[in-house]
């Protein structure tokens, strides 16, 4: 992502940061522990059409949780059993994208690709109600949304499950002080790397400079992933990987794009 929809960048008026929805202290036996999360929740307008999708019940079989309000993922502990009832079933390949924001470039890869399955994971409403939406609207039955954190989610779920993880664009926190928001990160990619199989992958993409070399540095670091590139090295976008929203907006910035693929060994 860019400054935008950064909550260090001040001027956009869209987006209101609510308190203490970064870093949340929860208690357990009696001590407080500061949950840092990588996202900070954003009131921003809903519309119609993903309004819609949220209460509508012609939408509900894309959301898997509550989809107003906090996301609440008690007993979501398999992906896989989300298609059990789906053509393609429990068994297709299994992709995972987290922070989809609006959900364009989500749902153009899960209308490219109907025979794998596709989970969309994030923590706002209206993007979450808006690709519910487009979801319903193209009739597809390889999707499911979740509504919620993404980290937590994936200590959720049994190792060795997801055949590919995809982060476009997450918010590059980019005051120093932030830095520990940052999703890549090596607690935080420990976690990922559990959740995929044995020669999944981890796909990300950034227009942030040095979100892009702090990324390269903490993957090719971590034993257990190999850079597709070669260490040290970006790769070009694939084709695969339509152009995101927050993508497009960098390039009208003058940012550039930096796309990362590790496989799990
Ligand atoms: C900058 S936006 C990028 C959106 C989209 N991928 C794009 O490129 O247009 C990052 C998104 O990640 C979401 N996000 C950040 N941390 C998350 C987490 N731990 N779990 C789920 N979503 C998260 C935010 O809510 C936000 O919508």
Redesign the pocket.
């Known amino acids: 992502?860019?400054q935008s929809?950064?909550p260090d960048n001040s001027n956009d008026i869209n987006q209101v940061a609510e308190p203490n929805t970064a870093i949340e202290t929860v208690s357990q036996n009696d001590k407080h522990i500061r949950i840092v999360?990588?996202?900070?929740?954003?009131r921003t307008h809903m519309n119609k059409n993903a309004e819609l999708a949220l209460t509508d019940p012609e939408f509900a079989d894309y959301l898997v949780n509550n989809s107003f309000g906090d996301g609440n993922l008690d007993g979501i502990d398999d992906l896989r059993v989300l298609f059990a009832d789906t053509p393609n079933g429990i068994d297709a390949p299994l992709t995972v994208?987290?922070?989809?924001?609006?959900g364009?470039?989500?749902i153009e890869m899960a209308a490219a690709e109907p025979t794998r399955n596709f989970v969309g994971?994030?923590?706002?409403e209206p993007?979450i109600g808006k690709c519910a939406y487009m979801a319903g609207t193209q009739g597809l039955s390889n999707v499911k949304i979740i509504n919620?954190?993404?980290?937590?989610?994936l200590k959720q779920i049994p190792e060795n499950h997801i055949d590919r993880i995809q982060?476009?664009?997450?918010?590059?926190w980019q005051k120093k002080r932030h830095y520990k928001r940052r999703?890549v990160s090596p607690e935080r990619m420990a976690i990922v790397t559990r959740s995929l199989k044995q020669g999944g992958w981890f796909h990300t993409?950034t227009d942030w400079e040095h979100y892009a070399f702090w990324m390269v540095e903490v993957l090719d670091g971590f034993s257990g992933l190999t850079n597709q590139a070669g260490a040290g090295n970006f790769t070009d976008r694939p084709d695969f990987r339509p152009m995101?929203?927050?993508?497009?907006?960098g390039l009208e910035r003058g940012h550039g794009v930096w796309d990362l693929i590790y496989i799990k060994e």
């Open positions: 992502m860019n929809s950064n999360n990588t996202f900070m929740k954003r994208e987290i922070g989809f924001g609006l364009d470039s989500f994971v994030e923590v706002h993007g919620g954190d993404a980290i937590q989610l982060l476009y664009f997450p918010d590059p999703f993409a995101t929203k927050f993508e497009r907006r």
